[in-house]
């Protein structure tokens, strides 16, 4: 094992740690009667602008965080 084998780990749980905590709010707005109104172009709408806000969020955090693990090359 080598020393970023911990760090790997981590780069692949992160990701799914956050999509599980958008799982439940997702599962439980599908059954909202308001939301049933909603045709395909406003559904959509609303995936881009998430995944946009979702984009620049991780740039903002990535300005300030070494998600990399390592202080750069030795």
């Known amino acids: 094992m080598g020393a970023n084998a911990g760090t790997k780990k981590w780069t692949v749980l992160r990701p799914l740690a956050v999509l599980a905590m958008g799982i439940p709010p997702l599962v439980n707005s599908l ?33 300030f965080v070494d998600f990399r693990g390592g202080r750069g090359s030795s």
């Open 31 to 63: 059954g909202n009667p308001r939301l049933a109104g909603l045709r395909g172009p406003d559904v959509l709408r609303l995936i881009a602008i998430g995944f946009c806000v979702g984009v620049s969020f991780a740039l903002f955090l990535g300005a």
